[in-house]
């Protein structure tokens, strides 16, 4: 294997050879199924990343462009009959792909700010926020929308998948403290994200809601940082070791049932902090404690049971599974229970809900044309179920089902599961 250092374990020549080259994963693969190219599928992308492994083959443009393409969506773990860790391979490619591929001076520019320098400072994330909501609610943005310069800049498909950024945000309930709503029946903290504090604040604290009127003592803990993933993903894995050390010191400080998270891809990162960290380091063991206490809010509830009696809800509601949820962390029938205990809520399966949307952390931003191929066909399978609510559980899917309700004119409701739990509590 390669001698060149990355931060972190890296996989062994066995992680590769498990694949079999069984073909079982090609029709789970979203790209491989939009475009039918050897290449583009996983074992296509194990084979050349064994390759560069080994020094048989550089870093080539070519390289890069088929494991940019990659969503990441983890889809071909779950086809896959050998155990094929096929996320931590990738994410070990990208590594190598960000430490010997020589960028542009834009890229490099862009993912410096973004990666290194705003999504680990929370001061910096809230002035974006305001800035982008300036540009919201004053007309600016209708404007730009109207005039074609955003055509002109070649954003204006980008910009759809911006988020609408809260009136307040959730960085003020950092540090406090919200009691069970009765007697308790667990404590537990509350992993709040980054852009999720300044965009979804209100998801937030509909989980909380939920949360505390289910029995459950919730505690947001300050100093608490963004999770990563998005760093681990784009192959900057120091900067994911940094804010995972950050947050291993803040929600170790004490003692709680579980670490609750609403986001899917971040709970698929908080997890596998242990990948982040070789054995012999100090925050291997305690990455080891966290991931075993961390939950997402639809596995913790599911598991805790639903104390509150909840009202009826007259929906007939669809759920798009979150790829982080069921391929990252194996969790299919949560989410379905809970919407199934919501009295007088139909609930009808969507066909392909186990297919990427297309968001993939920032995959809609860097691989837009082929995000919106795969939403096109997304929005086609929802709105053949009927239902005028979308249900999913990640934040980042919220998003991108609400630009293709927008996009291909559904008029459709796109909800986190705990949303709808939060209306039907009395």
């Known amino acids: 294997m390669s001698a060149l250092p990355i931060p972190g374990p890296a996989p062994v020549y066995e992680d590769y050879a498990r694949c079999i080259h069984c073909g079982l994963c090609l029709n789970a693969c979203p790209t491989y199924r939009l475009w039918n190219l050897e290449a583009d599928s996983p074992r296509g ?204 010191a803040v929600f170790l400080r004490e003692d709680f049932d579980a670490i609750v998270t609403n986001a899917a891809g971040c709970g698929s990162a908080l997890k596998e902090y242990d990948h982040l960290f070789s054995p012999e380091e100090p925050e291997f063991a305690r990455a080891r404690e966290f991931s075993a206490k961390v939950r997402d809010v639809t596995e913790f509830l599911a598991a805790l049971g639903l104390a509150v009696k909840l009202k009826p809800l007259p929906l007939r509601v669809t759920y798009q599974d979150s790829c982080h949820l069921l391929h990252g962390q194996k969790i299919r029938e949560a989410p379905r229970t809970l919407l199934r205990a919501i009295p007088g809520l139909e609930f009808v399966e969507l066909p392909g809900s186990e297919i990427c949307c297309g968001s993939a952390g920032v995959y809609n931003v860097t691989q837009t044309e082929t995000s919106l191929e795969l939403l096109a066909e997304k929005m086609q399978h929802a709105q053949s179920t009927r239902a005028p609510i979308i249900a999913t559980a990640n934040p980042g899917c919220l998003l991108q089902l609400r630009a293709g309700a927008a996009i291909h004119h559904s008029n459709q409701q796109v909800l986190h599961v705990v949303e709808l739990l939060d209306r039907a509590i009395p």
């Open 45 to 248: 992308r194990i084979h050349q990343m064994i390759h560069v492994e080994l020094g048989n083959f550089p870093v080539t443009d070519s390289f890069v462009d088929h494991i940019d393409k990659c969503l990441d969506c983890r889809a071909c773990e779950t086809a896959c009959p050998s155990g094929v860790e096929y996320g931590k391979l990738v994410e070990h490619a990208r590594a190598r792909i960000e430490q010997d591929c020589e960028r542009s001076w834009i890229s490099r520019v862009a993912r410096d700010y973004v990666f290194r320098q705003l999504l680990p400072n929370p001061l910096l994330i809230v002035d974006l926020a305001r800035v982008l909501r300036l540009y919201q609610r004053s007309g600016l943005q209708a404007v730009a929308r109207a005039i074609g310069v955003l055509k002109l800049l070649g954003l204006s498909e980008r910009e759809r998948f911006l988020p609408r950024i809260d009136d307040d945000f959730f960085y003020s309930r950092h540090g406090r403290t919200y009691p069970a709503a009765g007697p308790r029946r667990a404590r537990v903290a509350f992993f709040a994200g980054c852009i999720a504090n300044v965009a979804f604040a209100r998801l937030n604290e509909s989980t909380i809601r939920v949360l505390t009127s289910n029995g459950c003592e919730v505690v947001v803990p300050k100093g608490q940082l963004c999770c990563g993933a998005l760093s681990a993903h784009a192959g900057i894995r120091d900067v994911a070791r940094e804010l995972a050390g950050t947050n291993l």
